[in-house]
């Protein structure tokens, strides 16, 4: 791995040490567990919730996703 990638996984994992990192997460759960299928007016707005869950999904799932990724990448190094 190169030394600027490596820098780009040590500054991810540096942010998701911290608090701020923590409670934004929260935020974006709260967020994506409070949609309620009843509240979804047509198949315009379905699609939009659909597409907005996607995007908080990614978000959610960011600090598991990079440290998959670091770690397929040291596997690599090996």
Do not use: C, P
């Not at 959610?60 to 090996?78: K, P, T």
């Amino acid at each position: 791995m190169d030394i600027s990638l490596e820098k780009q996984y040590e500054n991810f994992f540096s942010m998701f040490i911290t608090d701020g990192w923590k409670q934004f997460i929260e935020d974006m759960e709260d967020i994506y567990d409070n949609y309620r299928i009843e509240d979804i007016k047509d198949e315009k707005h379905l699609n939009f919730v659909k597409g907005e869950r996607a995007v908080l999904w990614r978000i959610i799932n960011m600090e598991e996703s990079v440290r998959n990724a670091y770690d397929m990448l040291q596997d690599e190094d090996a």
